[in-house]
């Protein structure tokens, strides 16, 4: 058995799931973040290094490492990706304008530093609940924009969700993701 299964396995046993959560700042990690541990997301700031919360969901603990994303924190990414499970990359559907640049960071801090490799990624398009336009739409957009396909061959490896920190919004369905691809594993 070679160490990563054997990893792999002690964390099943564990019911451990970390998770690392990144994306440009203002993009609400954070948050998501407050939103899934229940707390007031009014006292949210700019997350200036990276913070640690745990959650149980579906009788796992989620580890979440929730990192800073104003530009001079970005060159830190590369840190954070040992003994990852998924990533959550945020998006702000608010700010259509820096989705080049967030794609861009996307690919050259993660894809292309192969850091996805036996991970699994997860888009998060927040902010939906300001969202005027239709949410299935929005989907469908910014799947045509971000290609996934092309960079990440693996469909089952990836998946993009509509969310909102603010109102919960898809939360749930983001969470029951994580732990159901976990136990099918
Ligand atoms: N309307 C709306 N605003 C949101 C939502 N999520 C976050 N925000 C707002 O977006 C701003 C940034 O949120 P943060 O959670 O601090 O963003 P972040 O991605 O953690 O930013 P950094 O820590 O700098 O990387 C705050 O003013 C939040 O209130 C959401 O779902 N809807
Ligand atoms: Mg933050």
Not at 17 to 34: C, H, W
Not at 98 to 109: G, I, N, P, Y
Not at 111 to 140: A, T
Request: charged share 25%.
């Amino acid at each position: 058995m070679g160490l990563l299964t054997i990893i792999k396995k002690q964390k099943e046993k564990d019911h451990e799931i970390r998770i690392l959560m990144l994306g440009l700042d203002n993009a609400g990690k954070t948050t998501i973040v407050t939103s899934v541990l229940g707390l007031p997301i009014s006292k949210v700031s700019p997350t200036m290094g990276f913070e640690i919360k745990t959650v149980n969901h579906g009788g796992y603990n989620l580890n979440i490492w929730d990192i800073g994303g104003q530009t001079t924190l970005r060159g830190f990414w590369g840190n954070y990706f040992d003994k990852t499970d998924v990533v959550l990359w945020v998006i702000d559907c608010l700010s259509m304008e820096r989705l080049d640049e967030s794609f861009a960071e996307l690919r050259q801090k993660v894809i292309e530093q192969d850091r996805l490799v036996g991970l699994k990624l997860l888009i998060l398009i927040n902010k939906v609940d300001l969202y005027e336009g239709g949410i299935s739409e929005l989907v469908l957009q910014i799947t045509a924009i971000l290609q996934l396909n092309e960079y990440v061959p693996d469909r089952s490896s990836w998946e993009i969700f509509p969310v909102s920190g603010k109102s919960g919004f898809g939360i749930e369905k983001v969470l029951d993701w994580i732990v159901e691809n976990e136990r099918n594993e």
